[in-house]
């Protein structure tokens, strides 16, 4: 069988990190590199079986990376502390296993709870991530914002669900939008980009109406009103930082 090192990167998730490690029983080895937490996220990893290792915060990529480099096995399935795999997608994985590699990488749809409900359009779903991979052969590549995997090969796909928790409530989601706003703003700024008035005035309603009528957010109801004002939020607030 093939062994598998799942890696979550942690920052303060004292209250999340024990369930995520539970859910990974499929995996040979779990390993949290945490970014100096300051709760008890690197305690509780590891009476719940994780080796942890402190690694100062590099920026999404260079973390992911640096914790394929200390696993002990060559097959990485990376998620995040707010993430766990459905027991469909384990059992997928604990097959695959058992079978001969075929591809470089692996991709699974994700699936986000919501205010208590699971998203089924809006564009959050099926959201198809890569997160298992041959280290040999791929690498997280991306700015301090969005990273993506790299693969140098096939990707093939599992059909099981990576479950996705990201929101502890409203004010979670609103506190975020701010956060990766200004990462983004301050990133956009580095490269050289300029604030575009229009996009300000305009951006914001189409990407309302791109979530909410084009991704089909209005088969998910209210919850779908919700991920479009949000994303038109995060425009807004991209972009009038930018101007700034």
């Known amino acids: 069988m093939t062994p598998i090192t799942a890696i979550i990167i942690t920052h303060n998730e004292e209250e999340r990190i024990a369930e995520a490690i539970a859910s990974l029983s499929c995996c040979d080895e779990i390993l949290v590199i945490d970014s100096e937490s300051t709760d008890r996220t690197r305690e509780i990893a590891s009476q719940s079986g994780a080796r942890v290792i402190v690694h100062a915060w590099e920026g999404f990529a260079r973390q992911k990376n640096f914790g394929a480099e200390q696993a002990n096995h060559d097959w990485i399935l990376s998620i995040d502390a707010d993430e766990r795999p459905s027991i469909e997608l384990a059992n997928e994985i604990v097959d695959w296993k058992r079978r001969p590699r075929e591809s470089a990488a692996r991709s699974m749809p994700r699936r986000v709870s919501y205010f208590g409900a699971w998203i089924n359009h809006s564009g959050w779903y099926p959201d198809r991530k890569i997160r298992l991979f041959d280290r040999r052969v791929a690498k997280w590549r991306g700015d301090s914002v ?99």
């Open 146 to 244: 969005h990273e993506s995997l790299d693969a140098n090969g096939p990707v093939a796909q599992f059909h099981g669900d990576l479950l996705h928790f990201p929101y502890r409530n409203w004010t979670d989601h609103l506190e975020r939008i701010d956060r990766y706003t200004q990462i983004a703003s301050d990133a956009a700024r580095q490269t050289g980009r300029r604030g575009n008035p229009l996009m300000l005035v305009a951006g914001p309603p189409v990407s309302f109406l791109r979530t909410f009528v084009i991704r089909l957010g209005f088969m998910d109801g209210w919850r779908g009103a919700l991920i479009a004002y949000a994303g038109a939020r995060y425009v807004f607030l991209r972009e009038l930082r930018i101007l700034r």
